[in-house]
């Protein structure tokens, strides 16, 4: 009398996890239940400042471009632009700083990942009474351009010589009548220029710009 053979069927769960395991280890991949974080692609960009092209008429500068989700300086000759008589010559000086900033990139500075977010049409408004010193009014509110933009401009013009006074926030305003705002350029500003404090502190006549919050 032959002894009948039975057999117990597998779970069809186990059998599913059994299948995998050995697909996987036939291939040299070990199997785990614990998600990876392989971190961000690596960028593509070189953010190499290119070479400065020579015949450019103005005044040396140091223009905020974006690189790699970061501001970049570049240097460049900023040409001088026609003189007005209502505007000073550190109101001159910011309004050539901003149509560098609006210009597009050369086709190097693209190559190496340089672009810029800096709306066309931006200018430099009129002082107003009472405005304090070193004062630089736009023709849009600061709050109401996107932040990098706002984060260019206000690194921009704080780090130039022919604007602002000296190291320190840089003291921005509007068209209309609302009073002017200090903003700061710090490094957590240039690491991530999306990140900029939308309204700066208040500056009021005869008081000392300070820092606005990061």
Do not use: Y
């Amino acid at each position: 009398m032959t002894r009948a053979r039975t057999r117990r069927a597998l779970p069809g769960a186990v059998l599913v996890v059994l299948l995998t395991a050995a697909a996987t280890s036939a291939c040299g991949i070990r199997a785990t239940t614990v998600p990876v974080d392989v971190g961000a692609a690596p960028s593509r960009v070189s953010c190499d400042v290119p070479v400065e092209q020579n015949g450019v008429q103005g005044f040396r500068a140091t223009i905020e471009l974006v690189c790699g989700s970061q501001l970049v300086g570049v240097e460049r000759v900023v040409p001088i632009p026609e003189k007005k008589p209502t505007k000073d010559p550190a109101s001159l000086a910011a309004e050539a700083l901003l149509e560098a900033l609006e210009r597009e990139p050369s086709a190097e500075e693209r190559d190496a990942g340089f672009s810029t977010g800096v709306p066309d049409g931006l200018a430099v408004a009129p002082a107003r009474t009472g405005d304090p010193a070193g004062t630089i009014r736009l023709s849009r509110k600061p709050e109401d351009l996107p932040p990098v933009a706002l984060s260019q401009i206000v690194c921009t013009l704080a780090e130039s010589e022919a604007v602002s006074a000296g190291p320190g926030p840089i003291v921005l305003g509007g068209p209309d009548a609302d009073p002017p705002r200090a903003w700061e350029c710090t490094e957590a500003v240039r690491s991530r220029p999306e990140s900029v404090a939308t309204l700066g502190d208040v500056v009021r006549p005869g008081t000392s710009p300070s820092a606005s919050p990061s």
